[in-house]
């Protein structure tokens, strides 16, 4: 079993910046590919941002002001945000899809973050 820890949410202002950590643990291997995902009340989970094997992806919305990129420790994944907006506010979870050896995806238990003046 791999177990998920986010941590670094908060409070903060419009335009101030965040940095978010997740360390995967439990199982020790080499995980290639993590993301982060978010969820805003009401609605769908979406995703933030991916990395795996050197390449990073972002969603539109966060794309210039978010940076994903993986941890000295192993299995370790953070994302910096920068700039941030009232409509960043959201649960941000971590999240490691399926891929040799994991069978499913394994989820964090999510990091509060509140972008308000």
């Known amino acids: 079993q791999v177990q998920l820890v986010e941590s670094g949410g908060g409070l903060v202002q419009p335009g101030g910046s965040l940095k978010l950590s997740c360390t995967a643990s439990?199982?020790?291997?080499?995980?290639?590919?993590m993301a982060w995902y978010r969820q805003a009340p009401g609605k769908q989970r979406e995703l933030v941002a991916r990395i795996g094997s050197g390449a990073t992806m972002y969603a539109d919305s966060v794309k210039g002001r978010f940076t994903i990129s993986s941890g000295n420790a192993k299995n370790t994944v953070h994302l910096q945000m920068d700039n941030l907006k009232p409509e960043d506010t959201a649960v941000y979870y971590c999240n490691a899809p399926p891929q040799p050896p994991l069978k499913r995806d394994y989820w964090g238990q999510g990091t509060q973050v509140t972008v308000s003046p």
């Open positions: 439990g199982y020790i291997f080499d995980i290639n590919t």
